[in-house]
């Protein structure tokens, strides 16, 4: 039973809604009228439910309805009759002239200090984010035994001079054969390398920055047992930044070192900072197909920070293509083509698509020309061999609280920029 009111109330929703459509859709009588599978009841339902002269016209019979001469039955272009169209001239357009990536800030140089021996921290010679200079020192590690070792090794160092000065002193009385003085002259020469040794010890307790810049934070105390796994600080020389970006293949052709870059920082988006490309990588990147760009920058006023994201512009002199409106490209199995006027008669001249943008669509082609007319609306009617009318497209006036209007830059010669978004570790243009 609830089967059958369920079917039963979904008929009456199909008839309403039916019947909604054929009172508020001119087209729906004449439609319904042309099915030739429905019941002759369904048709006369329409027609009642249709206005008034709606129903006039779903109920006139083909016989009624009889081209007038000189009217829409000539547009439908046939053989001998003309097709109303409306053209619009190819343009010259420029794309790929300029690109746009997000990228990363690293410092110029960048170290990062490990000691090269264990031992326990004597005392930390810097502060967290404190400047400092190459070869200043930063800690100092616990270093009573390489002293003594140091010492001991002066000492030896004098008593093999010592007893190398006697074995001369007896070798000039010959009283001592040459080999023994040769000997003590070794042992004269390993002790000195001993001391050596014991000097460079004692050196590498006491760690010192590599290079000038400011460190960060400090996250050893005296006191801490360190390694050589232990870092002790990272040093940033940020007096000039460097800005790591990746380029889409498409623009690699263009790039060379010493390019201008212009990048604008997401904590200062008022700011435009101006730099040059310093580093193109040898080959791309198979999986993204983009290649690494190192560009950099000077950092004066030290407002910039490695680790920043920056939004690069890049200007390129571009790619020059025929620039069309997108309703004049047409599909067939061969590709794309569009209808050219030559005088009023139209002809199919097959083009490449470079690229698409919202307005216009960049192709290439062999027997197309700036200026020359293709058809944007009325390609349907148009027939092979036949001829066309243009229609005149009505340019509506600018109001009065308008300024002088605005000339179109895809018409003038330049489309706007290529589409290039770069992923946060790269870049992807169309």
Known sequence: ??????????????????????????????????????????????????????????????????????????????????????????????????????????????????????????????????????????VVLEKSAEELALDRARIALSAAQDKLGRYQRLASARTTTAVEVADVER???????????????????????????????????????????????????????????????????????????????????????????????????????TVRVEATMDNPKDELRPGMSFALTLLFPGDDYLSVDPLAIQWERAGPFVWKLDGDTPQKTPVRIIERNVDRVLVAADDLQVGDPVVVEGQQSIRPGGKVTIQETPHAAPSSGDASPQPAEANNGVVSDARAETRASGTVAR
């Open 187 to 289: 042992e004269v020469e390993n002790a000195r390398l001993d001391l050596r040794s014991a000097e460079i010890a004692l050196a590498k307790r006491t760690i010192r920055a590599p290079i000038s810049g400011r460190v960060g934070i400090a996250d050893i105390d005296v006191g801490d047992l360190v390694s050589s796994q232990t870092l002790i600080a990272t040093i940033d020389d940020r007096a000039r930044l460097k800005v790591v970006f990746y380029v889409p293949e498409s623009f690699v052709s263009g790039l060379s070192i010493g390019q201008t870059v212009e990048a604008v920082s997401v904590a200062n988006p008022a700011e435009i900072y101006r730099g040059e490309v310093s580093a193109i990588d040898s080959r791309l990147d198979q999986a993204s197909r």
């Open 1 to 138: 039973m609830n089967f059958v009111k369920q079917v039963l109330v979904t008929l009456v929703v199909l008839a309403i809604a039916g019947i909604l459509w054929v009172r508020f859709d001119e087209r729906a009588a004449s439609l319904i009228r042309q099915q030739a599978w429905l019941p002759n009841s369904f048709k006369t339902i329409a027609l009642i439910a249709a206005p008034k002269d709606d129903a006039k016209i779903a109920g006139a019979t083909p016989a009624d309805e009889k081209p007038k001469a000189g009217g829409a039955g000539r547009s439908r272009g046939g053989r001998g009759q003309t097709a109303l169209v409306v053209v619009d001239a190819v343009t010259e357009a420029t794309t790929r002239s300029r690109l746009r990536a997000i990228g990363s800030g690293e410092a110029q140089r960048s170290v990062a200090v490990y000691p090269d021996v264990s031992g326990f921290v004597a005392e930390v010679a810097f502060s967290s984010g404190a400047a400092v200079q190459a070869g200043e020192v930063l």
